[in-house]
């Protein structure tokens, strides 16, 4: 079944004139009779009852109008969607994103992005880091942003973006709220919220134990929202990158001589062909100063 045939045949089941659908469709009249022969060949029956002064759809013809009509209009709105994007006027980004990654920190780019386009579709993925490094791997994500992914393929490509410490974070109701500085030997007392979503986690963890901090008897957290209402409720303390945002109810601080720090890094492929949209945001963000919100 060829396009051309079914526009042909949507034409004469609107005008019911083959000579009329012939001159809207801009070819011959034989050519226009040929081709919906065909078409009635492939489908095994007639379309058309051809009469005077007018024809009319045969019961096959009514049944399959519909159908074809939504096989064409699908077809004309894929040429049209692929036309917009070969001109630049439709954006489309796959991004994968580590759950401990804020995206509050992607919103300037793709917002100075969205001026470069008329329409600009995003999809975001979510997972662990070796999700985003699976994404990448299948195709089904572009780039990819996380905290050092332990993936050793040749084809993924790093850049790495900035270095952040982690810091504490305590409920303003907490006895450590007041302080201006927290020493490690603070923080033996306390229930730790454990981020498990958070790649660093265990390493945070067997940081604090080496200092005598028992963790484990902590909660085990997964996810950021859960674990801002614990500390809110005073429920538990948590370490937390310092990208990540925090309430005016939370007190955040360093904590002296403990070093807890992570690099997020940007992932694509090597060799694969990106889109213009996953281009530019890839410059951008290569390009931007980190620093300001990285300390």
Known sequence: MEMHQVRYFLAVAQLL?????????????????????????????????????ASQLTELGQRMHPLLKQCYDAAAGARSLASSFKGGE???????????????????????????????E???LRG?????????????????????ID??????????LFTEAFELVVSKEHRLAERDTIELDDLHAEQFLSRTFCEHSRRISASLREHGIDVDQGHEISSEHDLIELVEAD??????????????????????????RRTVSLY???????????NAVMRMLRGADWRAIAG
Do not use: Y
Not at 19 to 43: D, G, M
Not at 128 to 148: F, M, N, Y
């Open 128 to 148: 662990t880091s070796r999700e985003v490094a699976d994404l990448l791997k299948k195709g089904e994500a572009e780039l990819g942003i996380a905290a050092e």
């Open 151 to 160: 993936e050793s393929w040749d084809r993924l490509d790093v850049w790495p």
């Open 235 to 260: 429920i538990g303390i948590a370490m937390m990158p310092r990208t990540s945002p925090v309430p005016e109810s939370l007190k955040r601080t360093a904590v002296t001589g403990l070093d807890a």
């Open 90 to 120: 439709i954006g489309a980004l796959r991004i994968a994103l580590a759950h401990s990654i804020d995206l509050a920190l992607l919103i300037p780019h793709l917002s100075e992005i969205k001026r470069q386009f008329n329409r600009l």
């Open 122 to 124: 995003l999809r975001f």
């Open 17 to 53: 004139n083959f000579t009329r659908a012939a001159e809207e469709c801009n070819v011959t009249q034989p050519s226009l009779t040929r081709a919906i022969k065909q078409l009635e060949a492939e489908l095994g029956g007639d379309l058309f009852r051809r009469e005077r002064p």
């Open 268 to 278: 694509g492929v090597a060799g694969r062909q990106r889109t213009a949209v996953a």
